[in-house]
């Protein structure tokens, strides 16, 4: 079946320093992929996506690059703020299935 | 205009309560979800709505009863809950209902079974 695999946190940095936080797939098909951030308080808001293999995403300089050899997706941000302290959730959908899977969910923190 | 709305922000009721969620967007959406989250887990799918059809239900228990009385309004009846059932319920929508679709979610309803 389809599913995604994250690392586990809390992720804890400072400021400015380069984030990583890995995502790998298993999916039959050919999966969209999809970064979600969940500030404090709030729902999820989309952060990236990626539709096919080499596809990079990329926003608020957050980036990711859909990598088919890999089945991975890892989220990276070469300088982060505090402001970027929020509940990142990797996730994918499979054409024909109306539901999109979500990984567990990694907690970052980013201390001043 | 890309934004969902819920409303209540929170919401604390009895377990022998009836109350509603309400959720709603204009972004011309055709389907809409509700979603339970648990602290710190993710989203749990509950229900799908697709052209204003019920078209996926989580198996989850009659105390939760959806509605979708026109393709931007979306409601979540609660009746009888149970403590476990406190969680933050999120709705959001889609263009198609497609999984490759990006889902715009609301801010969430608090809820607090007591």
């Known amino acids: 079946g389809n599913s995604v695999t994250q690392m586990e946190g809390p992720v804890t940095l400072s400021e400015e320093a380069f984030l990583t936080i890995n995502c790998t797939y298993t999916?039959?098909?050919?999966?969209?992929l999809f970064w979600y951030v969940q500030y404090p308080g709030e729902g999820l808001q989309l952060l990236l996506k990626a539709t096919k293999a080499d596809d990079k995403g990329s926003n608020k300089g957050f980036e990711a690059t859909y990598r088919k050899e890999t089945t991975s997706f890892h989220l990276e941000k070469g300088s982060v703020q505090v402001s970027d302290s929020a509940v990142y959730f990797c996730a994918l959908g499979v054409n024909r299935d109306d539901k999109i899977i979500f990984g567990k969910g990694t907690r970052l923190h980013i201390l001043p | 205009d890309t934004e969902v709305t819920q409303t209540p922000k929170h919401l604390v009721m009895g377990m022998t309560n009836k109350k509603s969620l309400k959720c709603e967007q204009h972004?011309?959406?055709?389907?809409m979800y509700w979603y339970k989250q648990k602290a710190k887990k993710p989203p749990e799918l509950m229900f799908v709505y697709s052209y204003e059809k019920l078209s996926i239900n989580e198996s989850v228990p009659s105390r939760f009863s959806p509605e979708c009385p026109n393709s931007s309004l979306l409601n979540l009846h609660l009746h009888a809950l149970q403590p476990e059932d406190s969680a933050l319920y999120l709705c959001a929508s889609s263009l198609r209902g497609e999984s490759t679709d990006t889902q715009y979610f609301g801010p969430g309803t608090r809820l607090t079974v007591l």
């Open positions: 972004m011309g959406h055709r389907a």
């Open positions: 999916a039959t098909g050919y999966p969209s």
